[in-house]
């Protein structure tokens, strides 16, 4: 029997908060963050994790560990992977979103945060995160799940849109659409080659200025 792949978003981090691109920048969750991560492990408390996967991350390392610390797990195996950090923004990391926006325009600002292959000056496209995130979800977690293990991944909104487009089949035209939300815990089964059997949404109350 193929164990069960769950897949959680960090949740509020001190550039979140302040509506900021924070990328590969290292930032803390903040005191909101780490109350409702501690919320997200009572979604997965009747699913017992038998190994965990972050990005190298601070703020997705602080939320594995509050969901743990709900869940009273102390001692599931823990892997850190730059293959499942979050994009790299490039030259616009640190930069106000919202201020961009008004910049940008509305427009150019949805492509700039949701089309697949977007570039970003010394930064990183979507389709760029998918090809780092995927082969290491093949080579690294599904044997797991294929053994039987039920594995928790804690990532990034887009490392995370990434692994669901593979999950889903997604096609590259519908990826502006696909958002992965603050609070939420999705929790697949999936076949033999990674890909969705069945899925189930799990979530809390989250406000986000993300």
């Known amino acids: 029997m193929l164990g069960k792949l769950l897949l959680a978003r960090h949740h509020e981090s001190e550039w979140n908060k302040l509506g900021l691109w924070t990328g590969k920048v290292d930032k803390h969750l903040t005191e909101y963050g780490f109350e409702k991560a501690g919320e997200m492990g009572a979604l997965i408390q009747d699913i017992p994790v038998d190994e965990a996967f972050t990005s190298t991350r601070v703020r997705t390392i602080e939320t594995l560990t509050c ?14 992977s730059p293959a499942l950090d979050e994009r790299d923004y490039g030259d616009y990391t640190g930069k106000n979103k919202w201020d961009m926006k ?5 427009e150019e600002f949805n492509k700039l945060r949701r089309s697949w292959d977007y570039p970003i000056p010394n930064g990183e496209s979507l389709k760029m995160v998918y090809e780092r995130v995927i082969p290491f979800f093949t080579e690294s977690v599904l044997p797991k799940i294929l ?8 990532a990034h909104g887009n490392s995370l849109r990434a692994l669901l487009k593979y999950l889903e089949d997604i096609t590259d035209d519908k990826m502006a659409e696909v958002e992965f939300p603050f609070g ?13 059997v069945d899925k189930q949404l799990r979530i809390i ?5 993300a």
């Open 67 to 80: 969901m743990f610390n709900t869940c009273e797990w102390h001692s599931v195996p823990t892997i850190h």
């Open 102 to 106: 008004e910049l940008l325009g509305e």
């Open 147 to 154: 053994e039987g293990k039920n594995i928790l991944i804690v």
């Open 184 to 196: 939420a815990v999705m929790i697949y089964d999936i076949d033999v080659n990674g890909k969705k």
């Open 205 to 209: 109350e989250s406000k986000v200025n």
